[in-house]
C-alpha cells in the first residue's frame, strides 16, 4: 500500500531564511505527489503537485518541491521564508493506475521565527 | 464556486447520541472524499466515492460508521451512536474525474466533539 512520512513533527526557520519540509513516500508505481497547506480551523489548501515531467515543481506563495526518485522524497522548499508561512503543511501521494485514493502524511507544523 | 461546503461547523453531542455530518462537494467533482483528522493520527482517509459510488470503505473505524451520497451534490457521515473517541474534525473533499488531476478541494471541517 502506498504511504507517506513527514519524519518532522515541526521545523523552526527565522523569517528571510530558506525553509526545507521534508517527505517522502512508496508506492509500488508511479506516483502523484502533492502539497497543501493548512491554516488554524481551516481546511486544506492545495500548494503544488507533481504529475510528470520537470523534477522541480513551483506552486503557490513562491513555494517549490523537489521530486526525487532514487531517494523517494519530495521535499518542500521556500528561498525566503515569510512569518506568514507559519502553518501546518501536508505532503500526499496518489499511486497512478492503482486507484484513486490520496493518503496524506501525518503533517509538519512549520514555524516562521520574527 | 462557493467551494465545498460542509455543516455543521462545530457540533457538540453525548456520548450515544446520534451524528449526521453534511457535504456538498464542488459542481462537477466526481470524486467526494470523507477524512477525518485528529492530533494523535493525522489525516485519515475514510471513505471515497466516484459518480456517487462508495469505492473504498477500508478506513472507516467500524459498523457504527457509515456514509452515503445519495446524489451528486450530497453526502452524508453518519456516526450511531458516537463515542467520545469519535471526537475530531471531519474533512469533505472533492475532487475532479481522472487521476491526472488529484487536486483536492477541502471543505472547512465539521469540528466533532462527543461527551
Known amino acids: 500500500a502506498q504511504s507517506v512520512a513527514q519524519p518532522e513533527d515541526q521545523v523552526n526557520v527565522a523569517e528571510g531564511n530558506p525553509l526545507t519540509v521534508k517527505c517522502t513516500y512508496s508506492?509500488?508505481?508511479?506516483?502523484?505527489l502533492f502539497w497543501y497547506v493548512q491554516y488554524p480551523n481551516r481546511g486544506l489548501q492545495f500548494l503544488l503537485k507533481y504529475i510528470t515531467g520537470d523534477n522541480l515543481v513551483k506552486g503557490s506563495y513562491g513555494f517549490e518541491a523537489e521530486f526525487n526518485k532514487s531517494q523517494t522524497s519530495f521535499h518542500l522548499k521556500k528561498p525566503s521564508a515569510l512569518v506568514s508561512d507559519s502553518a501546518l503543511y501536508f505532503c500526499?501521494?496518489?499511486?497512478?493506475?492503482?486507484?484513486?485514493?490520496?493518503?496524506f502524511g501525518k503533517g509538519t507544523r512549520l514555524h516562521i521565527l520574527p | 464556486d462557493a467551494g465545498v461546503i460542509q455543516s455543521p461547523r462545530h457540533e457538540v453531542t453525548e456520548m450515544g447520541q446520534e451524528v449526521t455530518l453534511r457535504c456538498k462537494p464542488i459542481?462537477?467533482?466526481?470524486?467526494l472524499f470523507w477524512y477525518r483528522q485528529t492530533m494523535m493520527r493525522g489525516l485519515e482517509l475514510l471513505i471515497y466515492?466516484?459518480?456517487?459510488?462508495?469505492?473504498?470503505d477500508s478506513g472507516m473505524p467500524e459498523d457504527r460508521f457509515s456514509a452515503k451520497m445519495p446524489n451528486a451534490s450530497f453526502s452524508t457521515l453518519k456516526i450511531q451512536p458516537s463515542e467520545p473517541r469519535d471526537s475530531a474534525v471531519y474533512f469533505c473533499?472533492?475532487?475532479?474525474?481522472?487521476?491526472?488531476?488529484?487536486?483536492?478541494?477541502f471543505g472547512e471541517g465539521s469540528r466533532l466533539t462527543v461527551l
Open positions: 508506492v509500488s508505481g508511479n506516483p502523484y
Open positions: 466515492f466516484n459518480n456517487n459510488v462508495p469505492i473504498d
Open positions: 459542481s462537477g467533482h466526481d470524486y
Open positions: 473533499a472533492s475532487s475532479l474525474a481522472g487521476p491526472g488531476t488529484g487536486e483536492l478541494f
Open positions: 500526499a501521494v496518489r499511486e497512478i493506475g492503482r486507484d484513486d485514493k490520496i493518503i
